[in-house]
């Protein structure tokens, strides 16, 4: 049953959506009167290196499905493979902070997006919290504050990952698909930074596959976003803030007309609270339609 919040969380992956993608979806955010939560990946643009896992079965399917050199440009995804990769936000600090300066939420996403997503499985635990030290330690540098959230690439998070999180004292973190706001278990301890995980697919994960157009995608969130009491919507930069600009427009006054209120994750997190403790779960591993290999989920509450 929908308590009227939807939590809204904007991903920027790559060096053209932070420079491009990020100040078009500020404006229509503007324009619609909707916070957002923006999680900025700050080092090198690698998306390229998709091209390269496009052996891998299933990619080359789903670069046909979102068309991947139109939505991203070509430059970006040669990125990181035959041309050079270029950082993200480190590259871009002054919109990054327009973004915070205009009441949105921000967060950390990554250092290095591509390669977490890829390697994080064999990265020895000290590789993983020097990841994670990269991309906060950069948030820093640009807003002259410590992040207050933190968004693990592609849904994919670890033990080491979520206790080194810990350290950091962040108001939550948000590493995982779910359903509703919890507090991880991790080798049978229950961890301090509650998780806000993504409920709805992504755009990418749903065109051409379970819905046939963007429209119809849209549509089918809002519907599900209203049924679901605490329902997260990831977008991404350069794809709501690309050619799907106008589409993601419609989304959010239709969910303003079916009586959701977009807010930040931060701010869903508060609505919870209020109704009392979150539930403690561990997190799993499970494919997830649409994507490629696996993704960091919510399991069932201890
Ligand atoms: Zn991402």
Not at 173 to 198: M, W, Y
Request: aromatic share 8%.
């Amino acid at each position: 049953m929908s308590l009227g919040v939807l939590g809204l969380r904007v991903d920027v992956d790559t060096h053209e959506g932070m420079r491009d993608g990020v100040p078009r979806l500020l404006e229509v955010l503007e324009e619609e009167g909707v916070k957002a939560t923006f999680y900025f990946a700050m080092g090198p643009d690698r998306s390229g290196l998709a091209v390269l896992n496009a052996l891998r079965p299933g990619f080359l399917k789903k670069m046909t499905r979102t068309s991947a050199a139109r939505v991203y440009g070509l430059r970006t995804v040669l990125s990181g493979t035959l041309l050079p990769s270029r950082p993200i936000g480190v590259a871009f600090p002054r919109i990054a902070c327009r973004a915070r300066d205009e009441g949105h939420e921000t967060g950390v996403h990554a250092w290095d997006h591509r390669q977490w997503q890829d390697r994080l499985f064999r990265f020895p635990p000290e590789k993983t919290a020097a990841e994670l030290d990269k991309g906060f330690r950069a948030y820093e540098q640009i807003f002259r504050e410590p992040p207050r959230t933190y968004a693990a690439p592609a849904w994919l998070s670890n033990d080491d990952a979520l206790l080194h999180e810990e350290t950091y004292n962040l108001a939550y973190a948000s590493d995982c698909r779910g359903t509703e706001p919890f507090l991880p278990i991790v080798r049978g301890q229950t961890l301090k930074t509650p998780q806000v995980p993504a409920t709805l697919p992504t755009l990418d994960e749903a065109l051409g596959d379970t819905f046939q157009d963007a429209p119809a995608y849209f549509a089918a969130m809002v519907d599900e976003a209203a049924r679901a009491s605490w329902p997260v919507f990831t977008l991404h930069a350069e794809m709501e803030g690309g050619p799907y600009e106008d589409d993601f427009r419609v989304f959010l006054r239709r969910a303003r007309a079916a009586g959701l209120r977009c807010v930040p994750l931060g701010e869903l997190l508060a609505e919870r609270l209020r109704q009392g403790r979150l539930p403690a779960s561990p997190l799993h591993y499970e494919p997830v339609r649409g994507r490629h290999g696996v993704l960091s989920t919510q399991g069932v509450a201890a």
